[in-house]
Structure formats: structure tokens, C-alpha cells
């Protein structure tokens, strides 16, 4: 078989691995929208570097929109096989496109003014403006095509094909999937030690998807997987450490006491709506009920992370066991008396003149798109507010390039802001194991010297370079950090 590398490969967005066996079955392992750069993706996601009406099939290994976010464009260009994913993802999945879909009409229509008036006297015949990659009619139709299966049960894509998603505790219906594929055994590098070189064997490959953290307040620990011959790695967070859980939870209420207690401040927290939302929820309603929490307003303001936290109380058999251990006396961990979610757009900008201290959290997590925007733009000329960053910015986001040392202007929506609020970063909060908790988790449920190959994916290049470096040591062999396009064969 030939495993084809097309997003994802040095970066950290955009995940595509396009497999095709020896029988010719086309399998894609995730279908992630390039994300970051606003516009400037547009090219490489309209690139997909394969014809979607000769694809049989996706297995996707979780929701968020960096590994699903071009399933509506790929059913547009003619894909109509089926979405292998467990049945949270799909729920999540509904909802993330249709979100996405509509900023994507946002973005183009704010593009194609801008356009509109750098060219005022139009050459005749050329095309200026672009159309979204997709629309909400392309998300409702390719939702009929997803397929649903639970974890550790083992079923079949095709005759040569098995797959078996694991439970990978990176967020809510993500696995890591183990796919096992009947071919003959080719460019091995185990041949001349079994002397059997076209025999017929399952080889087995499995793709992480995104790796969980070991202690994460609302998901479990990500879970052990079957053995593999073949391994495609994330390494997001390759080359760091995160901070305890302890730490994590007294550093969060010592920013809110900072800010909203001693300063008068308002405390913004740009949080994706599905996972990194519902955690930080999660440990306000334990200080909550613990007597510690400021008695303050708590906003979550996003409908997407409104409708996915009612997701997350659909599965309450997915998450961890200190939830479910919270539910026996607090029926409801995401929720709390001094918190409101806010769906309504005219109570959204009414934030935006709000003196008293309070707490927003509001989507997106990287500052590119939402109401979390607007809220900085407002806010971040008052030394009395906050900007709490509790997770990983692309480098070419606002999310990223609002915490450069030293930095006193910024750019939101065309205009200068001088930054007067403090900027603060807790990284515990990630959704994305560390290097020593990945090299843990891949040690403890591979036996390490009968991996073949590792592919080192969804990591920028130094983080996944180190990352490398790190598995090596661990033991594995032949680890590869793969280009753009890179196609190999196993």
C-alpha cells in the first residue's frame, strides 16, 4: 500500500493522509481544512491533491475542524462514499461544519468587498471575487454519509480492511484508529529477517488523530491501542512540558482574582467551543462549588459552544470518571448559578460596554474568527482587563502574535490597538498531550521493536524535528518527519 502525505506535514492544521492499498481501495484518514491565515487558505484547501469522486472512503478521528473541516467541500467535488467515526464525532461534526460553513460566507463576503474596492473599474471577463468552499446545503448532504461505531469494536471497510477506533482522550468521540489491511507484504523492513517476501499478511497501520492529555478534568485518559507495524504520530506539543493539573486550576483562579477581584477588570478567555470550552466551565463549577470562585458573572458567549456542551451531556458514559464521580451530587458539571450562556447576538455586544468585572469565554481559541474578537478589540486598551490564552496558536494567528514580547500594537479588523491589557497564558489546559505523556501512552501500549515505521505529523517543524529526536530515543526505528505530498510505500 501507498500512504500519501497532504496536510498537516510540518504545520499543525489541515490533516490528510490519502491511503491506497494494493486491491485499490482509496482510504483518507481525516479531511482537515488548512485554518490560520484567513484568506491566504484559501488556495490550499481548493488544492486537495486528489479527485474526491474516486475516493471509496474517510475514516475521521475526531471533529475538530483542522481533521473534518473539508468533508462538505470533497462531497461537492463528487465524494460519496462513507465517513467511518464514532457516534459523538458525528454529533460534534453536525454542528462544527454548519458553524463553519456560515463564517466561511462571512469571511468571502467581507473578502469580495474588499475587492470590490481595490477595483473599481473592473477588467471585462476577469474573475476578482471567490465562493466559499461550501454552503450549509453540501453539510447537510454529506451528514448522510457518516457511519458510526463505537470504541474497541473491531469491523470491516472491505474485505482487505478492518478498523478499530480506540477512545484517544483528546476530545469528545475522538479516537485513534487502528486499521488493519490483508496486502502483500512489500518494501518491509522485516523481510530478510522473515524470509517471506510476497507473502500475503495483514499489515497494520494506525493513525493517533490528536493525543489527549493523561489528566484531563472532563475526558479520560487516553486509552491503550491495538499493535501496530505502522505508525502516523502527532506532535503538536513535540518539544514541551505542560504544567500539573493542580497548577492549572490555582493559576486560572489566581488570573481571576487578579483581574476581576483586585483590578475591576473584565477577564477574556478566547476558548474553542468544543472541549477547551467545557473544561474551563468544568473547573470554574468545581471552585464554584467549592466556596473559592468570585461571586462574578461567568459568560460562555458562543451558540457553538452552548450546543456542543448539550452534546456533552448526551455522553455522559465518554467522560472521566471525577465528572461522573461530580454528577452524583451536581447534575449538571456545566453549569452554575453566577454563569450564563449566551446564544443572543444583541446580549453578545451588549459585553462589549460592560464595566463590572466579570468572565467571558467565547470562541475562537486562535482570535481568527468570532465574538471573542470583537470582545479583545474592546477590551485590550484596559489595564484593568485580561486576555487569558489556555491553549495552542497557529503562529500565524492573532492568538499567537498577541503574545510577542514586547509587543505594544496590534491589528483587529484593519484598525490599531494599543495593548494595555495583560496578556497571560496557561497552557495546562491543552487538549494535546505533552511529549513525555505521548512517548508514555505510544510505550505502554506498543510493544516499540516491532514498529516498522513512524511518520511524525501535525506539528510544526521544530516541534515535530524534536519530537523525532524523542521517539528515537524511546526506541523506535525508521522515524520520518514527511513533506507536503510526500508519498510512501509499505
Given at each position: 500500500?501507498?500512504?500519501?502525505?497532504?496536510?498537516?506535514?510540518?504545520?499543525?492544521?489541515?490533516?490528510?493522509?490519502l491511503?491506497?492499498?494494493?486491491?485499490?481501495?482509496?482510504?483518507?484518514?481525516?479531511?482537515?481544512?488548512?485554518?490560520?491565515?484567513?484568506?491566504?487558505?484559501?488556495?490550499?484547501?481548493?488544492?486537495?491533491?486528489?479527485d474526491?469522486?474516486?475516493?471509496?472512503?474517510?475514516?475521521?478521528?475526531?471533529a475538530?475542524?483542522?481533521?473534518?473541516?473539508?468533508?462538505?467541500?470533497?462531497?461537492?467535488?463528487?465524494?460519496?462514499?462513507?465517513?467511518?467515526?464514532?457516534?459523538?464525532t458525528?454529533?460534534?461534526?453536525?454542528?462544527?461544519?454548519?458553524?463553519?460553513?456560515?463564517i466561511?460566507?462571512?469571511?468571502?463576503?467581507?473578502?469580495?468587498?474588499?475587492?470590490?474596492?481595490?477595483?473599481?473599474?473592473?477588467?471585462?471577463?476577469?474573475?476578482?471575487?471567490?465562493?466559499?468552499?461550501?454552503?450549509?446545503?453540501?453539510?447537510?448532504?454529506?451528514?448522510?454519509?457518516?457511519?458510526?461505531?463505537?470504541?474497541?469494536?473491531?469491523?470491516?471497510?472491505?474485505?482487505?480492511?478492518?478498523?478499530?477506533?480506540?477512545?484517544?482522550?483528546?476530545?469528545?468521540?475522538g479516537?485513534?484508529?487502528?486499521?488493519?489491511?490483508?496486502?502483500?507484504?512489500?518494501?518491509?523492513?522485516r523481510?530478510?529477517?522473515?524470509?517471506?517476501?510476497?507473502?500475503?499478511?495483514?499489515?497494520?497501520?494506525?493513525?493517533?488523530?490528536?493525543?489527549?492529555?493523561?489528566?484531563c478534568?472532563?475526558?479520560?485518559?487516553?486509552?491503550?491501542?491495538?499493535?501496530?507495524?505502522?505508525?502516523?504520530?502527532e506532535?503538536?506539543?513535540?518539544?514541551?512540558?505542560?504544567?500539573?493539573?493542580?497548577?492549572?486550576?490555582?493559576?486560572?483562579?489566581?488570573?481571576?482574582?487578579d483581574?476581576?477581584?483586585?483590578?475591576?477588570?473584565?477577564?477574556?478567555?478566547?476558548?474553542?467551543?468544543?472541549?477547551?470550552?467545557?473544561?474551563?466551565?468544568?473547573?470554574?463549577?468545581?471552585?464554584?462549588?467549592?466556596?473559592?470562585?468570585?461571586?462574578?458573572?461567568?459568560?460562555?458567549d458562543?451558540?457553538m459552544?452552548?450546543?456542543?456542551?448539550h452534546?456533552f451531556?448526551?455522553?455522559?458514559?465518554?467522560?472521566?470518571?471525577?465528572v461522573?464521580?461530580?454528577?452524583?451530587?451536581?447534575?449538571?458539571?456545566?453549569?452554575?448559578?453566577?454563569?450564563r450562556y449566551?446564544?443572543?447576538?444583541?446580549?453578545?455586544?451588549?459585553?462589549?460596554?460592560?464595566?463590572?468585572?466579570?468572565?467571558?469565554?467565547s470562541?475562537?481559541?486562535?482570535?481568527?474568527?468570532?465574538?471573542?474578537?470583537?470582545?479583545?478589540?474592546n477590551?485590550?486598551?484596559?489595564?484593568r482587563?485580561?486576555?487569558?490564552?489556555?491553549?495552542?496558536?497557529?503562529?500565524?494567528?492573532?492568538?499567537?502574535?498577541?503574545?510577542?514580547?514586547?509587543?505594544?500594537w496590534?491589528?483587529?479588523?484593519?484598525?490599531?490597538?494599543?495593548?494595555?491589557?495583560?496578556?497571560?497564558?496557561?497552557?495546562?489546559?491543552?487538549?494535546?498531550?505533552?511529549?513525555?505523556?505521548?512517548?508514555?501512552?505510544l510505550?505502554?501500549?506498543?510493544?516499540?521493536?516491532?514498529?516498522?515505521?513512524?511518520?511524525?505529523?501535525?506539528?510544526?517543524?521544530?516541534?515535530?524535528?524534536?519530537?523525532?529526536?524523542?521517539?528515537?530515543?524511546?526506541?523506535?526505528k525508521h522515524?520520518?518527519?514527511?513533506?507536503?505530498?510526500?508519498?510512501?510505500?509499505?
Amino acid at each position: 500500500m501507498k500512504v500519501q502525505f497532504l496536510g498537516a506535514t510540518r504545520e499543525v492544521t489541515g490533516s490528510k493522509h490519502l491511503i491506497t492499498t494494493d486491491s485499490g481501495h482509496t482510504i483518507l484518514l481525516d479531511c482537515g481544512m488548512f485554518q490560520g491565515k484567513g484568506m491566504e487558505t484559501d488556495a490550499a484547501n481548493r488544492d486537495l491533491g486528489f479527485d474526491p469522486a474516486k475516493l471509496d472512503c474517510v475514516v475521521l478521528s475526531h471533529a475538530h475542524i483542522d481533521h473534518s473541516g473539508l468533508l462538505p467541500y470533497i462531497y461537492k467535488l463528487g465524494f460519496r462514499g462513507d465517513i467511518y467515526c464514532t457516534p459523538a464525532t458525528r454529533d460534534l461534526c453536525a454542528l462544527m461544519l454548519a458553524d463553519t460553513a456560515f463564517i466561511q460566507e462571512q469571511d468571502v463576503r467581507t473578502y469580495n468587498k474588499k475587492i470590490d474596492r481595490q477595483n473599481p473599474h473592473k477588467e471585462k471577463g476577469k474573475k476578482y471575487f471567490i465562493e466559499p468552499l461550501y454552503n450549509q446545503h453540501d453539510v447537510d448532504k454529506v451528514m448522510h454519509h457518516f457511519v458510526t461505531y463505537g470504541y474497541d469494536r473491531r469491523f470491516r471497510l472491505f474485505d482487505d480492511v478492518l478498523l478499530t477506533f480506540t477512545n484517544s482522550g483528546h476530545m469528545l468521540g475522538g479516537a485513534i484508529c487502528s486499521l488493519e489491511i490483508y496486502e502483500e507484504r512489500v518494501n518491509d523492513f522485516r523481510v530478510s529477517e522473515l524470509g517471506n517476501e510476497g507473502q500475503k499478511c495483514w499489515k497494520r497501520l494506525t493513525y493517533t488523530g490528536d493525543i489527549g492529555r493523561k489528566h484531563c478534568h472532563i475526558l479520560p485518559s487516553p486509552q491503550l491501542f491495538p499493535q501496530c507495524d505502522y505508525l502516523i504520530c502527532e506532535s503538536t506539543y513535540g518539544d514541551r512540558l505542560h504544567d500539573e493539573e493542580l497548577v492549572t486550576e490555582e493559576q486560572l483562579l489566581g488570573v481571576v482574582d487578579d483581574t476581576c477581584v483586585y483590578r475591576k477588570g473584565q477577564l477574556l478567555i478566547p476558548s474553542f467551543s468544543v472541549g477547551r470550552t467545557q473544561e474551563i466551565v468544568y473547573v470554574l463549577n468545581q471552585l464554584y462549588n467549592d466556596g473559592r470562585l468570585p461571586h462574578i458573572p461567568v459568560y460562555v458567549d458562543s451558540p457553538m459552544s452552548t450546543n456542543a456542551t448539550h452534546i456533552f451531556r448526551m455522553y455522559p458514559e465518554e467522560l472521566s470518571d471525577e465528572v461522573r464521580d461530580t454528577m452524583r451530587f451536581d447534575p449538571d458539571p456545566f453549569g452554575f448559578n453566577t454563569l450564563r450562556y449566551i446564544t443572543d447576538i444583541r446580549e453578545s455586544k451588549a459585553l462589549n460596554h460592560k464595566e463590572d468585572p466579570c468572565i467571558i469565554i467565547s470562541a475562537s481559541g486562535m482570535l481568527e474568527a468570532g465574538r471573542i474578537k470583537h470582545h479583545v478589540a474592546n477590551h485590550i486598551s484596559d489595564p484593568r482587563c485580561t486576555i487569558l490564552i489556555v491553549g495552542y496558536c497557529e503562529p500565524r494567528t492573532l492568538g499567537a502574535r498577541i503574545q510577542e514580547p514586547g509587543l505594544q500594537w496590534i491589528s483587529i479588523f484593519g484598525q490599531d490597538h494599543r495593548i494595555k491589557a495583560q496578556i497571560t497564558k496557561i497552557e495546562g489546559f491543552s487538549g494535546h498531550g505533552d511529549y513525555q505523556e505521548m512517548i508514555d501512552y505510544l510505550t505502554r501500549s506498543l510493544q516499540v521493536d516491532k514498529v516498522q515505521r513512524v511518520f511524525v505529523v501535525h506539528g510544526e517543524e521544530q516541534s515535530a524535528q524534536t519530537y523525532k529526536g524523542h521517539l528515537q530515543d524511546a526506541g523506535f526505528k525508521h522515524v520520518e518527519v514527511p513533506e507536503k505530498g510526500q508519498i510512501v510505500e509499505l
